[in-house]
């Protein structure tokens, strides 16, 4: 199994140099992946607005500006976006920036993206939440055909670009992996037509685990694609909301046992949330990098590489 780390945003806290030594302890402890969170704008509760599920005032860096940096201090270990929220931007700034990115990198970029669930994010960045479905879907094919094609010529209903050119290209070009988040219909969907993989979040019932893939390989077929060229991502926790939750790296039969169940369900990559083991009390780079360490090691033990 093939392990990714979701990095902390809240490691700024120890400056640019804390930032450098987590992701490279990272890349040392023999991690596969590094995806970054992707929030522009949290949004408070109002009279006509629920509270977000995380706090308004969660520090979350921007996500392909963080990986810029990351990039910068490590070598090898893979950089990817866990999920870029991609309808609020515009693709072919997005598709410019993720290029440059997986230059400089040496070809090491994974572009994790969904289409988001807060309106007021939206709204916030002028962009319609109710149309970010079939927007996404277009930007996926307006950012390959940059990757790709010496002149662009592309005609949709929501983007449009006529004899237009994007150098240089990225290292992978076209088939620069795109892994989609979301558990909907729809999303499985996406991910059969569009996508490199599936970014799953910490399914438990492997009963759902198992329709959900049996889904994503139907739509795969029904649109000519071959589903085995698909791959699969699962989180192995989620941000702790009790007790139970803030022990789950202290335990680390529970965490071996937590990767053996994915692995079991078929999912090649399995996700570590480096936020959880923060809020779960490793509150510096260092200890942090304990827990990474030995649960790295745990699920190497169980799960193999």
Known sequence: MKLSVEFPSVSY?????????????????????LDVFDHVVMGFPTPTREAPMYPP????????????????????????TEVLVLPQRQPVLVAKQVSTLDTLSGG??????????????????????????????????LMRA?????????????????????????????????WIGGNSDRALRRVAEYGDGWL????TDADVAARCKAKIAAYAEAAGRDPDEIGYQ??????????????????????????????????????????????????????????????HDAIRSEVGS
Do not use: C
């Open 13 to 33: 806290r120890e400056g640019g140099d804390g930032v450098r030594r987590l992701a490279q302890s990272i890349e040392a402890i023999g991690f596969d992946q």
């Open 57 to 80: 005032k969660m520090p979350i860096l921007e996500a392909l500006m963080a990986l810029s940096h990351l990039a910068a201090v490590t070598e090898r270990i893979g950089l990817g």
């Open 108 to 141: 090491r970029v994974r572009l994790g993206i969904g289409v988001g669930w807060q309106a007021s994010e939206y709204d916030a960045l002028e962009e319609d939440f109710h149309t970010r479905g079939r927007r996404m879907d277009e930007a996926i094919e």
């Open 146 to 178: 940059y990757w790709s094609d010496e002149n662009v010529d592309y005609q949709g209903r929501f983007y449009t670009s006529t004899a237009m050119a994007m150098e240089p290209k990225p290292p992978q070009g076209r088939r620069l992996p795109i």
């Open 200 to 203: 799953a979040t910490a399914i």
């Open 234 to 295: 699962m989180m192995l926790d989620v941000p702790p909301r009790d007790e139970a939750g803030k022990r789950f790296y202290a335990e680390l039969d529970r965490v071996r046992a937590r990767a053996a169940e994915v692995r079991a369900m078929g999912f090649g990559w399995g996700a570590l949330n480096a936020t959880a083991i923060f809020q779960a009390g490793a509150r510096s780079i260092e200890a942090m990098v304990d827990v990474l360490g030995r649960a």
